[in-house]
C-alpha cells in the first residue's frame, strides 16, 4: 500500500471522497501552517484541520478545535464572578492551551465579566521547524528536533509510517538517514536551533530554517491588537512568576500523558504559583460527539487546595489536588 498526501492548499478539501481518502487519508502537510496576514478562511479551515490532528514526537496530540469550551466557558465565568472584585484588575493564565484558539474564545468572556482581565494563553510548544534541504524535500520538525514529515511531492511522509505501507516506510527510513547525516556533517544540532526574536530564517547550508507557528492565527491576530491577551511559551511544570488569581489546565493534565508522580509535580506548581486564594481549573475534554468536559475548581489555601465545585464530574486530578499538603 502506498500513501501520497496534501502539499497544496488547492489540494486540501475537508469533505474527503473516498478516492481523496484512499490516496492521502489525512496526510496533510505540516507547512501549510503557515497562514498570511491577516489569515484567509480556507487557510484557517486547513490550519483547524492539521491541530486537530497533530501528535508531537512525545506523544503528545495538539487536539482542539474553535468553539471547544463556550458553554463550559460560560459556566466557568459565572462560577468564578462571587469570587473575585469585579473591578479590580485579575491575572488569568492559561496552560496548555495548544493553539491558544479556546483561550481566545474565552478571554472576551471574562473581560465582560471582569474588565480588568488580563490573560496569558501559554503552551510549551509554539511552534514547528520546516527544515528545507537544497535540492531535496522539506522536513517538518518539533521544537526538540525529532521530525515529524518529509515532504517530497506528491508525499508527504510521516515518522514513522504504519507497517503495511511499505513504499512510505521506506521513504521514511532513507529520509531520516539523510537528515542526520546532513546534520552531523554540517555540525548542526537539530534540537537546538536558535531563531531571532523576529523569527527570520536560519540559513546554515545545506539547510534553510523556518519556524512553523503553533499558535493559531485568530489568536495571535488579538495578541497583537489587545494588550491584555498575551500569548507565551511556558510547561505546565513550572512556576510562573506573575502570580495569578487563576490558573487553567485544561486537556493538558491527564494520566495518558503523565504519571501521578509527575502530576503531582504539576500540582505542586499550581499552588506556588497561584496568588494566596487562587483558583485552579483542571479538567478534561472526555468525549468530542456529544461534547462533555469532566472539570474541577479548587482555591489555593494555606495548606493545600479545597474544592469550590465540579462540572459535571471531577477531574481525573481532583483526588491528587485535594490530598496535596503544602510545605511548612
Known amino acids: 500500500m502506498i500513501r501520497f498526501g496534501v502539499h497544496r492548499r488547492e489540494q486540501y478539501s475537508p469533505n474527503q471522497g473516498w478516492l481523496h481518502g484512499l490516496m492521502h487519508g489525512r496526510r496533510v502537510s ?18 483547524d484541520d492539521i491541530i486537530f490532528y497533530l501528535k508531537l514526537a512525545s506523544g503528545v ?19 468564578l464572578a462571587p469570587l473575585f472584585d469585579r473591578d479590580r484588575p485579575m491575572v488569568v493564565e492559561d496552560w496548555g492551551t495548544s493553539d491558544s484558539t479556546t483561550s481566545a474564545e474565552w478571554f472576551p468572556v471574562l473581560r465582560q465579566q471582569f474588565p480588568e482581565t488580563r490573560l496569558i494563553a501559554s ?3 509554539r511552534h514547528l521547524v520546516e527544515a528545507t534541504v537544497e535540492n531535496d524535500g522539506v522536513y517538518v520538525l518539533d521544537a526538540d528536533g525529532q521530525p515529524l514529515q518529509y515532504i517530497a511531492p506528491p508525499f508527504v511522509i510521516r515518522f514513522p509510517e504504519p507497517m ?5 516506510r521506506w521513504i521514511a527510513s532513507s529520509a531520516k538517514r539523510r537528515l542526520a ?50 500569548v507565551a511559551q511556558h510547561s505546565a511544570f513550572d512556576l510562573s512568576s506573575r502570580e495569578p488569581d487563576v490558573i487553567r489546565t485544561m486537556n493538558v493534565l ?4 503523565f504519571s501521578d508522580a509527575r502530576l503531582g509535580d504539576a500540582v505542586r506548581s499550581v499552588w506556588a504559583s ?30 493545600g487546595f479545597e474544592l469550590l465545585a465540579r462540572h459535571v464530574a471531577p477531574s481525573e486530578v ?3 489536588a485535594l490530598a496535596f499538603v503544602a510545605p511548612a
Open 30 to 47: 505540516y507547512r501549510l501552517l503557515r497562514t498570511s496576514t491577516p489569515a484567509t478562511p480556507a487557510e484557517i479551515a486547513i490550519f
Open 61 to 79: 496530540y495538539t487536539t482542539t478545535v474553535p468553539g471547544r469550551f463556550r458553554e463550559f466557558d460560560a459556566w466557568l465565568t459565572e462560577h
Open 123 to 125: 503552551d510549551l510548544t
Open 164 to 168: 503495511p505501507l511499505v513504499i512510505n
Open 181 to 230: 547525516r546532513l546534520a552531523a556533517d554540517a555540525r548542526i544540532n537539530l534540537a537546538d536551533l536558535q531563531f531571532d526574536r523576529d523569527g527570520q530564517d536560519v540559513h546554515r547550508p545545506p539547510f534553510v530554517f523556518r519556524r512553523l507557528p503553533l499558535v493559531h492565527p485568530r489568536a495571535a491576530a488579538l495578541s497583537r491588537t489587545e494588550p491584555a491577551f498575551e
Open 254 to 257: 491527564n494520566r495518558d500523558y
Open 274 to 303: 497561584l496568588k494566596d486564594g487562587g483558583v485552579w481549573i483542571v479538567g478534561r475534554t472526555i468525549t468530542e460527539s456529544p461534547r462533555v468536559h469532566h472539570a474541577s475548581l479548587v482555591r489555593k489555601t494555606g495548606t
Open 318 to 320: 481532583e483526588a491528587l
